[in-house]
């Protein structure tokens, strides 16, 4: 077999469907053993993946479980893609946020001006924002941590890549998301540095929209208008989004650390 990642093994969390799927194909095509661990049993069975591990990334002592599983199963690991992410939560003022715009859209369509305010701070809860915060900000950091320390016990190089967003920078999006996103980049870059005596590569790759199944949650004038923001014109394939993740994963990466690849068609630059 043929691939930049053959013999070696790789974790890839949020992995039964959008990016996270289109990851565990992109490194299983590159001769990787891949370990898929999503909530979702079923869906992370559904990926193809060599091992589908049932894991909630908001849990540490769960993704300590996963990765030692994986470890165990494949006797070493290589490769961690911290994906798993959400954009909203109960209780995080979207519904308002949502239906707020609908109607700001409706009286600026029929009348030319809205005094109407689409506001989502306001209304959000602190479940919403700690059940945001809790996949995709402590998720990224349990799998960093059990990956670290199971490398280290093996005394061997790995890399690190998790999945932020544009939105950590444009700060296009809702408090949360784009907060999380945002400490994503900050916690790869501190880990590059503290991590790379031991030979261990953390990076980051900076999506822009993407035809996600997180998209149906989304207003179509809304997508739509990210589409006709994106200088290339259109929403990100999830492969394009994971070619990006093997390249930061492979040894053709050896002097890439402590980077954000953005992936975003050319809407934002990082």
């Known amino acids: 077999m043929s691939g930049k990642l053959v013999g070696r093994a790789a974790i890839v969390t949020g992995a039964g469907r959008g990016i996270g799927k289109a990851i565990v194909e992109r490194l299983l095509a590159e001769g990787a053993h891949v370990a ?17 591990i049932q894991c909630n990334v908001g849990d540490s002592a769960s993704v300590a479980a996963a990765v030692q599983q994986a470890r165990e199963a494949f006797g070493r690991l290589d490769v961690a893609v911290a994906n798993a992410g ?6 995080d003022g979207s519904e308002q946020f ?24 306001i209304h959000m809860e602190d479940e919403g924002w700690a059940d945001v915060l809790a996949v995709n900000l402590n998720g990224t950091f349990y799998l960093a941590r059990e990956f670290a320390r199971v490398m280290a016990r093996d005394g061997k190089p790995g890399s690190f890549v998790a999945i932020s967003s ?4 444009s700060g296009e999006g809702s408090p949360h998301y784009c907060a999380s996103k945002a400490a994503v980049i900050g916690l ?12 261990l590569r953390f990076n980051a790759v900076a999506p822009g929209p993407t035809n996600t199944p997180v998209m149906a949650g989304i207003p179509e004038e809304w997508v739509a208008s990210m589409e006709k923001a994106i200088p290339l014109g259109r929403l990100a394939d999830p492969h394009e989004v994971a070619s990006a993740v093997s390249f930061l994963a492979s040894d053709d990466a050896s002097f890439v650390t402590g980077s954000v690849l953005t992936a975003n068609g050319g809407s934002y630059f990082l």
Request: no cysteine.
């Open 188 to 199: 790869v870059r501190q880990l590059s540095r503290e991590l790379a005596p031991r030979g």
């Open 36 to 52: 898929a661990l999503d909530l979702n049993l079923e869906e992370a069975r559904g990926t193809g993946a060599t091992l589908a």
């Open 86 to 91: 959400i954009g909203q939560a109960a209780k």
């Open 98 to 121: 949502y239906g707020a715009m609908a109607q700001r859209n409706a009286e600026l369509a029929d009348k030319g001006s809205s005094e109407i305010f689409v506001d989502q701070l």
């Open 166 to 169: 544009t939105s950590a920078q």
